[in-house]
Every structure is written in structure tokens, then in C-alpha cells.
């Protein structure tokens, strides 16, 4: 069996783990069903676990010279999409590009350019390659690749969550996420004048957020943008509602300073504002590597996208890197979730190169 069929064989092992974070016990499962592999392939790993979350390092014993970053936690899915499937040479299933295959990709890889150093009388002290694979991209890597980043020293780290064979992202937005509760006055839903309708001055104070986030008109929308993706509000549908939450989900760019807009945010608004979380622009350093990942990549060009990775958290540590990764058309959160198969298999080809140039050398 080839390495490509054996990646997609495993991806469908990890995706009929429900590994979501309401089923927290999964997530460790699949962590666990992770080292098992790991220990019947003769691969030396260690899990670490940091408020709950289950991260994996399979490492040198030195710095690694390239580390690749991928997770096993996936968004909440019903249960049929915990039941992979292909259809022509795409593979569906929750999880299938977002990032399981990509676990299973850098297992594979991991095995099988430690049997070529083992015919060459090395061993996996000796190993160009490291892995770290986490349990709360999703949720902000907080405790995840933050905490495990710490105790990892590597030259250049590639993040398999993201970009395409032929795009290499080296810049990620920024997000920054709160909460906004209108209080208005409840009344009768008969006699709605004598009350404050919160719903109302939640939509009220949206339109008048927006204004902070015009469209500059080109093409990659490579600007900040806000989304309301969740509102709660009213008891019964004949009550003016008290009380109205929203929230929003806003993407920035290195243009953009994240304390003067939750500032600004406030200006603008009547309902009390809550910033639950901030996540920064994610900037590659620069790095020799760079150079050498588009030479074994002939045609690939570098670019920015708008999603948020694990990537960042290297930026705390100081480790060069980027995303790279299979193609999955767009389809990662949806019902049709789904990973070209052939795209893994260039994917494999590209790094499986690179590893053994960096065998080789010792250096980019």
C-alpha cells in the first residue's frame, strides 16, 4: 500500500472519533488512539495534557529542524458526518481537510523517513522531523499550542491547516470576538410602546458598528470585516424582551490596532461590550526556509487568507513558519466537508522531499 492510501485510511480512522469539544473525552481519545499508532509503528511519542487538552509530540532529540503543527479537534457535526466516505478522489467526513488528514499525513511521513534513517543506522534521536498535534485549534490553542510550543525548539514550522498545493500563507488575520447585551424594558407584547425593545437597540447598535468596517473594494477583501453569527434574546413571543445579546466575530488585518477598535466599538454603541477573546495577526518571519519551500514546490506562490491558525502561537516563541496544506475547496465547518486525495498525495510527495533535503544538509 502506498503512503497516500495509508493516509487516507488513517484520516478515516481519526475522523469516526467525534472528537468535538462538547465530547471532551473524545478529544483524548483520539489523542490516545494517536500514541497507540504511534507505539505499534515503533514511533517514541509523548502526551501532555494542559486543562484537559491532549497534545502529542513526536520529536528528535534535538531541535527539529522542521516541525509540522496539526490538530484532531473539530467543530460540533451530527454523527453521520463521523462516518467518512469517498466519492471519487475526494474524501468527506468531518474533520476530512480540517485536520485530520493532516495528522494522519504527518504520522505517516513521520514513519517512513524514520525507517530510511533506521536502514542508514540512525535513529529517531537523529530525526529532522518533529510533530506536534493538538486538541483546541478550535477553540484558540490556548492551552494546546501555546503550552506545548513552550517546551518545543525547532528551526521552521509548517502548519498543515490552511492555504493549498499550490499557496503557502504567511500572513493570517487577526480576530477579535465580543459579546454586546442590550437592556432595554420589558412590557406586554400587546402594549409594545411601553416598553424598550432590546432586540431593537441591538440591531440598532450593528448598523452602527459597520460603519467601522467598510469594504476597500479590492478583490481579496484584505480588511477588517465583522460578523453577527449569534443573537439570544425574549422569553415569549408576547414580551418585549429586557435583555439582547450579540455576538460578533471580527477579522482584522496588521493595518489595524485591536485596542483602539474595541475603543472605538464603544463609542458607537449603547449596549455594554465584552471582548471575549484576542487573537493576533499571525506574520511569517523571515527565514531561509521560505526559499526552499518554493523550490520543491515549483508554481506556488505566497499569500495571506483570512482564517486564524494555530499558526500564531509561534510567534510568541520566535519560530519562523507557515501554512501550508491539502486542498479542501472551502468546504471546512460545512455538511460536505471533504479533502482532494490527490492533493495529499502532492502534499506528501513535496515534504518527503523537503525532509530528506533537510537530512541530508542539517540546514535549509
Not at 180 to 189: E, F, N, P, Q, V
Not at 290 to 302: K, N, Q, R, V
Not at 306 to 327: F, K, N, T, V, Y
Amino acid at each position: 500500500m502506498d503512503a497516500c492510501h495509508e493516509i487516507v485510511d488513517l484520516t478515516q480512522d481519526l475522523i469516526r472519533i467525534p472528537s468535538m469539544h462538547a465530547r471532551p473525552t473524545e478529544i483524548m481519545r483520539c489523542a490516545d488512539f494517536i500514541t497507540d499508532w504511534c507505539r505499534r509503528h515503533g514511533l517514541s511519542s509523548r502526551k501532555v495534557v494542559h486543562g484537559g487538552i491532549p497534545s502529542v509530540l513526536v520529536m528528535p532529540a534535538g531541535p527539529a529542524r522542521l516541525l509540522l503543527m496539526s490538530h484532531i479537534d473539530v467543530v460540533d457535526a451530527p454523527e453521520e458526518l463521523f462516518s467518512p466516505r469517498i466519492e471519487g478522489d475526494r474524501l468527506f467526513g468531518r474533520g476530512a481537510i480540517d485536520d485530520k488528514y493532516a495528522a494522519a499525513l504527518s504520522l505517516i511521513l513521520f514513519r517512513d523517513r524514520l525507517r530510511a534513517l533506521e536502514s542508514a543506522g540512525r535513529t529517531q534521536a537523529d530525526m529532522a522531523l518533529g510533530l506536534l498535534i493538538t486538541g483546541d485549534e478550535e477553540t484558540g490553542g490556548e492551552n494546546g499550542a501555546a503550552k506545548a510550543l513552550a517546551g518545543i525548539e525547532a528551526d521552521f514550522a509548517l502548519a498543515l491547516d490552511g492555504g493549498g498545493p499550490g499557496r503557502i500563507v504567511t500572513r493570517e488575520k487577526g480576530v477579535i470576538d465580543v459579546m454586546l447585551t442590550a437592556t432595554g424594558k420589558s412590557a406586554h407584547g400587546a402594549r409594545p410602546w411601553l416598553g424598550v425593545n432590546a432586540i431593537d437597540m441591538l440591531l440598532d447598535d450593528y448598523a452602527n458598528l459597520r460603519g467601522l468596517f467598510p469594504d476597500n473594494g479590492t478583490a481579496d477583501h484584505w480588511h477588517r470585516t465583522i460578523n453577527f453569527g449569534k443573537i439570544q434574546a425574549g422569553e415569549s413571543v408576547n414580551q418585549v424582551p429586557q435583555v439582547a445579546r450579540g455576538w460578533f466575530n471580527i477579522r482584522f488585518t496588521e493595518d489595524d490596532d485591536p485596542a483602539p477598535l474595541v475603543e472605538a466599538i464603544k463609542g458607537r454603541v449603547r449596549s455594554q461590550v465584552d471582548v471575549l477573546s484576542v487573537i493576533p495577526v499571525f506574520a511569517s518571519a523571515p527565514s531561509p526556509m521560505t526559499h526552499l519551500l518554493l523550490d520543491i514546490a515549483p508554481g506556488t506562490e505566497l499569500v495571506r487568507e483570512h482564517g486564524a491558525s494555530d499558526a500564531r502561537h509561534l510567534m510568541d516563541r520566535g519560530i519562523p513558519g507557515a501554512i501550508w496544506g491539502a486542498e479542501g475547496f472551502g468546504s471546512q465547518h460545512g455538511p460536505e466537508e471533504c479533502v482532494s486525495i490527490p492533493s495529499i498525495a502532492e502534499l506528501h510527495a513535496r515534504l518527503d522531499l523537503l525532509c530528506e533535503r533537510l537530512e541530508s544538509s542539517g540546514h535549509p
